[in-house]
């Protein structure tokens, strides 16, 4: 059943119209936030007291969260749509037929998501063909073994009186290389077999961690131990092994852990807790006084239990801008493939390095909220003389702290599902438009 | 008298067949196994061919390429460029960046003779 579909998705998007926070929604329903994050991710299912409780809490009709996702449909209708057309659908007419055929509507809808998956599966294979540097090596071995035995058994067959001595040794190299083309082809088999064919297999190492991080809360008490150290990371990566991680997947989760146990061990949890109980939710503050770097105070604050400082979201990017890290906040959408806005402080700080920013930002379109957020990039390399230094940039996002943080910066998602008008960084036509 | 060639060549298999069916044909054959002394080869062999192949270890075939045409007293020596990608825009590249003849690999032996008696014409 499509993720849009659940009730998870359903609570989690209500309680956004809301404006509310996932401890407050919690609390009203009498769960744990960790609990209700976990049910708003879909990984677990819940009974009637609960539901009940939170359909109260979120002033709907039950019914409402377990059928009818009538808004989702709606906007995966839209999109399906694309851009309006003279003889396109009516898109006029768009709640009516959903409301009157929830069936096509639905299907219709799954086939364009499914188109969408698919043509990035088309295009990533294709990419993998022209650039996969291990497909390229196998053939240069396959192609250099072919070479040889080629070039050898040619002068073998057409050498008048070849010299015993020099047909022993040619008979040999053919041997060799008809060994080794007989490996490179197995490990070219292998590999391609190896492909993935069905769309549960696409999810990209990246997805992976995002996964288990979620699952967690982005929050390790194994790590937050005193005597916590490498072991317990391998100790964790074993667990995910085990339960179907994949390999390149697990060495992402492990940087991701070891960093997460050294940002432990710097800032302690219970003496940072009380610190940010006395300073608030300040980066620059809590800097100031642990000593710590920003980028450290901002990866541990979004490591800190939601129950204590409630929802806090981190996104992490490389020189290239590539989003590297994402720990969502409610309100605050984070493009998983595409390129996200060029708006975002996000970038602006790679620019500045060591010079953090404060902003106030809403994204453009339904469901956004305002939230207030930092940025600040840093080096994670040394730099040599003959090599340029790893930049990285960081973006903590907190709940928007009100009129005294200062004027709000308009931003969007990602240029093609953005609907903001006239602007200068719009790198794509948008397919929605404002007020839609 | 003799002509000599030069091969700069990783694999030695294919080193050995080329090398056989060169000096049978009546060159001096000298081999080379790797990129990024490749030039210091050149001037000290002297050769009035070079057969190059393009994936080499420590520098690729092309910047030797360069480095050779670039010589003073070199920079005219033929060279044969051998690769695996034989498509038209790996051929125009080796054209731009002054190779005198282009082969794909896997090469038939008379391609070759043919290719070297034609690039030094005694």
């Keep these: ?436 | 008298m003799t002509k000599r060639v030069l091969v700069i060549e990783d694999e030695p298999n294919i080193i050995e067949a080329v090398s056989f069916i060169l000096s049978r044909d009546g060159w001096e054959v000298k081999t080379h196994a790797n990129g990024h002394d490749a030039m210091d080869a050149v001037r000290a062999r002297a050769p009035d061919l070079i057969i190059l192949d393009v994936m080499l270890p420590g520098k690729s075939g092309f910047d030797i390429l360069q480095e050779i045409r670039a010589d003073a007293v070199y920079g005219d020596t033929p060279v044969l460029m051998l690769t695996a990608r034989g498509q038209t825009k790996d051929r125009e590249m080796a054209e731009r960046a002054g190779a005198s003849q282009y082969m794909t690999k896997p090469f038939s032996n008379a391609d070759v003779l043919a290719a070297v008696r034609a690039l030094v014409v005694p």
């Design chain 1, 1 to 436: 059943m499509p993720d849009r579909l659940m009730i998870g998705t359903r609570i989690r998007e209500r309680r956004v119209l809301n404006g509310m926070r996932q401890s407050d929604l919690a609390q009203r329903a009498g769960i744990s936030p960790s609990y209700l994050n976990l049910i708003e991710h879909n990984h677990r299912r819940i009974g009637g007291k609960t539901l009940l409780k939170l359909a109260e809490a979120l002033k709907v009709e039950p019914s409402q969260l377990t059928q009818g996702a009538e808004a989702t449909l709606i906007s995966g209708l839209r999109e399906a749509a694309g851009k309006p057309r003279n003889d396109g659908p009516e898109l006029d007419r768009t709640e009516e037929f959903a409301g009157r055929y929830p069936g096509w509507a639905s299907l219709l809808s799954d086939l364009h998501r499914r188109t969408q998956t698919l043509e990035r599966t088309i295009e990533t294979l294709t990419d993998r063909l022209a650039h996969d540097p291990f497909l390229a090596d196998s053939l240069h071995e396959v192609i250099s073994a072919v070479t040889a035995i080629r070039a050898t058994s040619s002068i073998l067959v057409e050498t008048e009186a070849i010299e015993p001595e020099w047909q022993a040794r040619f008979h040999r190299n053919i041997n060799e290389d008809s060994a080794r083309l007989t490996e490179g082809a197995q490990a070219l088999v292998r590999y391609l077999e190896a492909a993935p064919n069905t769309e549960a297999e696409l999810t990209s190492p990246q997805d992976e961690m995002h996964a288990y991080l979620a699952a967690r809360g982005y929050h390790l008490p194994e790590l937050e131990r005193e005597m916590a150290g490498p072991r317990d990371v391998a100790r964790l990566i074993d667990a995910a092994a085990s339960e179907g991680m994949s390999s390149p997947a697990q060495n992402l989760t492990r940087e991701a852990l070891l960093r997460y146990m050294e940002d432990a061990a710097a800032l302690p949890l219970r003496a940072f807790l009380a610190r940010v109980a006395t300073l608030g939710l300040r980066p620059d503050r809590l800097a100031e006084a642990t000593g710590a770097d920003m980028a450290r105070v901002f990866r541990r604050l979004a490591s800190l239990p939601e129950t204590d400082v409630g929802e806090v979201g981190l996104v992490i990017c490389d020189a290239s801008g590539t989003l590297t890290f994402r720990k969502p906040i409610a309100g605050f959408a984070t493009p998983r493939m595409a390129g996200a806005c060029a708006l975002w402080p996000l970038y602006q700080v790679l620019s500045q390095p060591q010079v953090p920013l404060r902003l106030r930002l809403r994204q453009a379109g339904r469901g956004a909220e305002v939230i207030e957020a930092f940025a600040v990039a840093a080096q994670t390399g040394p730099a040599g003389f003959d090599r340029p230094p790893l930049m990285q940039a960081l973006m903590l996002m907190l709940p928007d702290p009100g009129e005294t943080g200062g004027a709000v910066r308009p931003i969007g998602v990602s240029c093609r599902i953005c609907p903001l008008a006239d602007c200068a960084a719009r790198r794509e036509p948008s397919i929605v438009a404002e007020g839609m």
